[in-house]
C-alpha cells in the first residue's frame, strides 16, 4: 500500500512540474526573437573588447522571484511601443575571468585559481564590466531591429536607486541565461527583466494551455497532498537523545527568519523562512 501511494506521488507531481513547464515555456514563446537578438548583442559587445571569436547562445530561461535590490547595479532600461521596460545584468567570477581575458588581450586559455571564487572584483573588473554592460545595451535595439524589425529604444536616465529592502521586496522576472564562448573559455552571464514591464512592452500575453493539461489541471485542482515543512537540523548527543520520553519537551534551535524546506509528498518543491504570529506558524517562501 505504501508502495502504491509513492508511486502515485511520484506520478501527480511529475504531472504538476510538467503543467507548470507548459506554463513557463508558454509565457516565454513571445519573447524568444527578444532573447535570441540580447544573444547576438551580447557577442557584439564582447567584440568591442577583443579580436577573438566569440559565440552566444541561450542557455536557459525562467520565471523566479528576483530581489528588487538586484536591481541597482547594472541595470538598464529600454523602451518598446513607448512603454518602458528594464535589465538586469547579472555578472559572476567566471564570467568576469572571461571578460579579463578578453579585454587585456588574453588567448581565450584563462586558467582560473581556487582563490579566484573568494576574492572580490578588482575596480578594474567592476570598470570592465560596466563597459560590457553599456556596449551591450548599445548593440541590443540595433540586433533586435535587425532580426524582428521591431524598434527599441535604449532609455538613458540615472542608475536606479534603491527600491527597498532586498527581504521586502521581490519581483516576478523573467531570468534568461546565456553561454558564452571564447576559443576555450566558457562562462554564462543573466539577464533579467520584470515580467509584467516586458509583457506590457511586448504586448504578449499568455498563450492558452493544451487542452490536455487543462484536464489534467482540473483533475489536479481536487487531489489532497501531504505538504510539510522541515526545519534546519540540529545536533544532540547522545545522552540527550536517551534521556528523551513521553511528556518531554525538546527544545528546538530553530529561530524566526530561519531557512526551512517545503516539501510536497515527500519531494522539494520550494525554501522558504519561518515566521511566527499569534497563533500561527508561517512559513514565507523565496
Do not use: Y
Not at 564582447?46 to 541597482?72: G, H, M, N, Q, T
Request: hydrophobic share 45%.
Amino acid at each position: 500500500m505504501q508502495s502504491s501511494n509513492w508511486e502515485r506521488a511520484i506520478k501527480v507531481t511529475s504531472e504538476v512540474m510538467r503543467v507548470r513547464t507548459r506554463r513557463v515555456e508558454a509565457s516565454l514563446k513571445p519573447f524568444a526573437g527578444f532573447f535570441n537578438s540580447c544573444a547576438e548583442a551580447i557577442a557584439e559587445g564582447l567584440k568591442s573588447i577583443s579580436p577573438l571569436a566569440v559565440k552566444c547562445s541561450v542557455s536557459e530561461a525562467d520565471i523566479k522571484k528576483v530581489s528588487s535590490a538586484s536591481f541597482r547595479t547594472n541595470t538598464v532600461t529600454f523602451s518598446a511601443s513607448g512603454k518602458s521596460f528594464t535589465a538586469c545584468f547579472q555578472v559572476d567570477r567566471q564570467f568576469n575571468n572571461l571578460l579579463c581575458d578578453a579585454g587585456l588581450g588574453g588567448n581565450g586559455l584563462w586558467i582560473s585559481t581556487a582563490d579566484d571564487a573568494s576574492r572580490p572584483p578588482s575596480k578594474f573588473e567592476v570598470m570592465l564590466v560596466n563597459h560590457f554592460v553599456n556596449a551591450v545595451a548599445g548593440c541590443i535595439p540595433k540586433a533586435h531591429l535587425a532580426a524582428t524589425g521591431q524598434e527599441i529604444i535604449l532609455v538613458e536616465e540615472e542608475e536606479p536607486g534603491p527600491q527597498g529592502s532586498a527581504d521586502a521586496q521581490h519581483m516576478r522576472c523573467i531570468c534568461v541565461k546565456f553561454l558564452v564562448n571564447i576559443v576555450s573559455l566558457s562562462a554564462e552571464i543573466a539577464i533579467c527583466f520584470p515580467q509584467a514591464e516586458l509583457e506590457r512592452a511586448f504586448s504578449a500575453s499568455v498563450l492558452p494551455s493544451h487542452h490536455a493539461d487543462a484536464r489534467m489541471e482540473k483533475a489536479l485542482s481536487h487531489c489532497s497532498f501531504e505538504v510539510s515543512v522541515l526545519l534546519p537540523p540540529q545536533l544532540m548527543n547522545i545522552d540527550a537523545i536517551l534521556a528523551l520520553e513521553p511528556d518531554s519537551v525538546l527544545r528546538l534551535e530553530a529561530r524566526p527568519h530561519d531557512c526551512a524546506v517545503l516539501r510536497v509528498e515527500g519531494m522539494e518543491v520550494a525554501k522558504g523562512k519561518i515566521r511566527i504570529q499569534p497563533n500561527k506558524i508561517g512559513l514565507l517562501l523565496q
